[in-house]
C-alpha cells in the first residue's frame, strides 16, 4: 500500500496560489463582521466569510493604525502557512 499523497504546498504557486487558496479562487459570498476589539492604536477583528458554495470559516486579524491608514499586522501566521 503506498503512503497517502502529501498536501501540495501552497509556497509552491507563490503568493496568488496561497490567496487563491484562502479565498476559495474568489468565490466569497459575503463577509460578516463578528467583533472589534479596540486596544489603543490596535484592534482584532472577528469575522465569518460565506462562500458561494455553502462552507463557512471563521477567523480574526488583528490591525493597526499607523496614521490615518488601518494595516493588518500578524502576517506571520499567514505566512508560517506558506512553508512546508
Avoid at 460578516?32 to 472577528?46: D, S
Avoid at 455553502?54 to 488583528?62: H, I, L
Amino acid at each position: 500500500m503506498s503512503p497517502p499523497a502529501e498536501k501540495p504546498c501552497p509556497a509552491a504557486g507563490g503568493i496568488k496560489k496561497f490567496a487563491d487558496n484562502e479565498t476559495r479562487e474568489g468565490k466569497i459570498k459575503t463577509v460578516e463582521i463578528l467583533k472589534v476589539e479596540m486596544r489603543g492604536e490596535g484592534a482584532k477583528v472577528f469575522y465569518k466569510i460565506r462562500y458561494q458554495g455553502g462552507q463557512t470559516k471563521q477567523d480574526d486579524a488583528s490591525l493597526i493604525k499607523e496614521n490615518v491608514e488601518w494595516k493588518i499586522t500578524g502576517w506571520s501566521g499567514w505566512l508560517d502557512r506558506l512553508h512546508c
